[in-house]
């Protein structure tokens, strides 16, 4: 009931592992399948290896969670044992993957083999990445365009929400051709400790997750659904089955989960059994209920 296609990869079910959530490894992407996750996503890699930023990277709000982790990574040449082994879990592993420009996205792209590849375009604290380039569509354009010609495997592009208007980066990515978006990263934000003055986190400011976040993500995947041709996947301050149910109505096709792993290891198979008896008590499918709210 829960089988889900997307781009043409087939998902057990619609949940996934968002990147930078138990990513690092071949052997945390494989416990994250097990405790049912349908597809994982790996932490963010790059050209050159990155230490990131400074300590504290991390902070606990009572909204969710504010970090800086600032994309530390071996580098892509010695990432692909990663996803070998994360493979022999038979979900499909996406490659999450970011670059200072076109080239360096497409040639990572070209590089590694996995099952397809989403476009940091989006981090919101680290300097000259992420969301410094994916807040202009010009530039999330020409990086689709350059990583769809570098690679056979799908492309979804990761969209930053810290924009006026997030439907016009998500139709840059979808005339680059990308085969999904996904929405959203973190939103920016900053915690100051009140007994120094001093910012809590090292790079001063980061990313805000958690589940504080869910009711701007909706937004985002309720805009992009009506805007885009292509599909939407759903990610931010899902922690329960609730919400997932929220963004499938919303529009969208399948949806990422990050924050919520820390509290709970096995919320991908609490939430597809809660999920699949919703479904069944209200005589449902999946299909039934995507983007269900563009109906009223």
């Known amino acids: 009931m829960l089988t889900t296609k997307i781009s043409g990869l087939e998902l057990k079910n619609p949940l996934m592992l968002a ?25 963010s890699i ?16 009572r909204c969710g969670y504010l970090n800086a982790m600032g994309l530390p990574n071996p580098s892509y040449k010695l990432f692909q044992p990663e996803i070998d082994e994360a ?6 592993v996406i490659a999450s993957i970011f670059g200072v420009d076109a080239s360096e996205f497409s040639v990572i792209a070209g590089a590694i083999n996995a099952d397809a590849f989403e476009l940091n375009v989006s981090c919101p604290h680290a300097e000259g990445y992420g969301a410094e380039i994916g807040t202009d569509p010009a530039l999330v354009e020409g990086i689709t365009k350059a990583v769809k010609n570098a690679t056979d495997a ?3 592009v990761k969209l930053t929400p810290n924009v006026a ?6 139709l ?9 978006v996904v929405a959203i990263n973190t939103l920016r934000g900053m915690a100051i400790d009140i007994e120094s003055g001093h910012p809590i986190l090292g790079n001063r400011f980061g990313g805000l997750s958690g589940h504080g976040i869910k009711p701007v993500a909706v937004k985002c995947v309720h805009d992009l659904y009506s805007a885009l ?10 922690s329960g089955w609730e919400d997932v149910v929220e ?3 919303a529009g969208a096709r399948a949806v990422q989960i990050g924050s919520a792993v820390g509290d709970n290891i096995n919320i991908f198979s609490d939430i597809s059994s809660c999920l699949e008896a919703f479904l069944s008590l209200k005589l449902w499918t999946l299909d039934d209920i995507y983007g269900m709210v563009h109906e009223i």
């Open 229 to 238: 041709d292509i599909p939407v996947i759903g990610c931010g301050g899902i």
């Open 165 to 170: 208007d997030i439907t016009e980066t998500g």
């Open 87 to 92: 493979k022999h879990a038979g979900v499909p």
């Open 154 to 156: 799908p492309v979804w």
């Open 172 to 180: 840059a990515a979808q005339k680059g051709g990308a085969d999904a």
């Open 247 to 249: 963004f499938i109505m």
């Open 46 to 61: 790059g050209i050159e290896p990155k230490p990131g930023h400074p300590n504290p990277t991390m902070v606990k709000l």
């Open 19 to 43: 990147a930078g959530i138990m990513g690092t490894t071949g052997g945390s992407l494989k416990r994250m399948a097990r405790c049912g996750a349908g597809a994982v996503i790996t932490k």
